[in-house]
């Protein structure tokens, strides 16, 4: 690693800019040089050089400082590993669960944003292009409450505790635009968010996103007819299957109900 003259001191030294300019200027080619395997710096003009891994530019360094990252989509850690050669000090690119994440530290408490093609570290340090720590927690965070909200919103529907849509429903989630999009999407306040919180069953939401998920007949007549023999056990249009007792709401549709609850809601959440 040391042979060719780009390091001499250890990973996360001074690989900025500068030092790839005047590795460089030793080689034969002034603007394209060998580093590592697979790996060439390449000058692409007078303010910018890349670290080449095969065909992607995974590192660009700027003249004014600027150190851009890219995987190009090759999430291994070969890239990560070359990546991190030019980071400096003290950041680093960890992998935890199958994303990498830009930090000072191997710590979670270390960590300063969720790697995306184009994070920047800027000459002062500051780091744009990822998303925010902060944001990540949040999304984590409510990606679980979306996931129990779902399935317990599912178990209601299966145990005929959801009836039709009426008038009583959330209003954001029951009324309609002329072009068909319900109140609450046109809405910049995300109400979805109280009905999580309050644990609130709304039948309209679950029409909502019945609607827009692609799903098999049988399942679809299943979910009907469970929150028509809610909103009346009597109900003589549903198929008298329905009404044996003990019948029992089939595993299958209920994993169906949470997919296209969950789908539905980070849809709109998760932004
Ligand atoms: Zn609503």
Same mark, same amino acid.
């Given at each position: 690693?040391?042979?060719? +003259?780009?390091?001499?001191?250890?990973?996360?030294?001074?690989y900025?800019?500068?030092?790839?300019a005047?590795?460089?200027?030793?080689?034969?080619?002034?603007?394209?040089?060998?580093?590592?395997n697979?790996?060439?710096?390449?000058r692409?003009?007078?303010?910018?050089?890349?670290?080449?891994?095969?065909?992607?530019?995974?590192?660009?360094l700027?003249?004014?400082?600027?150190?851009?990252?890219?995987?190009?989509?090759?999430?291994?850690?070969?890239?990560?590993?070359?990546?991190?050669?030019?980071?400096?000090?003290?950041?680093?690119?960890v =992998?935890?669960?199958?994303?990498?994440?830009?930090?000072?530290?191997?710590?979670?408490?270390?960590?300063?944003?969720?790697?995306?093609n184009?994070?920047?570290?800027? =000459?002062?340090?500051?780091?744009?292009?990822?998303?925010?720590?902060?944001?990540?927690?949040?999304?984590?965070?409510?990606?679980?409450?979306?996931?129990k909200?779902?399935?317990?919103?599912?178990?209601?529907?299966?145990?005929?505790?959801?009836?039709?849509?009426?008038?009583?429903?959330?209003?954001?989630?029951?009324?309609?635009?002329q072009? +068909?999009?319900?109140?609450?999407?046109?809405?910049?306040?995300?109400?979805?968010?109280?009905?999580?919180?309050?644990?609130?069953?709304?039948?309209?939401?679950?029409?909502? =996103?019945?609607?827009?998920?692609?799903?098999?007949?049988?399942?679809?007549?299943?979910?009907?007819?469970?929150?028509?023999?809610?909103?009346?056990?009597?109900?003589?249009?549903?198929?008298?299957?329905?009404?044996?007792?003990?019948?029992?709401?089939?595993?299958?549709?209920?994993?169906?109900?949470?997919?296209?609850?969950?789908?539905?809601?980070e849809?709109?959440?998760?932004?």
């Amino acid at each position: 690693m040391t042979s060719n +003259g780009y390091f001499t001191q250890g990973r996360n030294a001074d690989y900025g800019y500068e030092c790839a300019a005047e590795y460089l200027l030793k080689g034969r080619d002034k603007t394209d040089r060998p580093f590592m395997n697979n790996t060439r710096v390449i000058r692409e003009d007078e303010h910018t050089i890349v670290i080449r891994l095969h065909t992607t530019d995974i590192v660009t360094l700027k003249d004014n400082g600027d150190i851009i990252l890219d995987s190009g989509g090759w999430h291994t850690p070969l890239t990560k590993g070359r990546m991190n050669m030019f980071l400096p000090k003290p950041y680093r690119l960890v =992998a935890d669960k199958g994303m990498w994440f830009l930090g000072t530290g191997w710590d979670k408490e270390d960590r300063k944003a969720v790697f995306e093609n184009g994070l920047t570290i800027h =000459a002062d340090g500051t780091v744009t292009g990822g998303m925010s720590i902060e944001k990540f927690n949040y999304q984590t965070q409510l990606k679980k409450d979306i996931r129990k909200y779902a399935k317990a919103f599912a178990k209601q529907v299966a145990n005929q505790k959801i009836p039709l849509p009426d008038g009583g429903d959330c209003w954001l989630c029951s009324m309609y635009t002329q072009e +068909g999009e319900s109140l609450g999407d046109t809405t910049a306040d995300n109400h979805l968010l109280s009905h999580i919180e309050e644990k609130y069953y709304v039948p309209s939401l679950l029409t909502n =996103a019945m609607k827009e998920h692609a799903m098999g007949i049988l399942i679809h007549d299943d979910i009907l007819a469970m929150m028509m023999l809610c909103s009346n056990p009597e109900d003589v249009n549903v198929p008298n299957h329905y009404k044996e007792k003990g019948m029992m709401f089939k595993e299958s549709t209920t994993k169906e109900v949470v997919k296209m609850l969950v789908k539905y809601l980070e849809r709109r959440l998760l932004v």
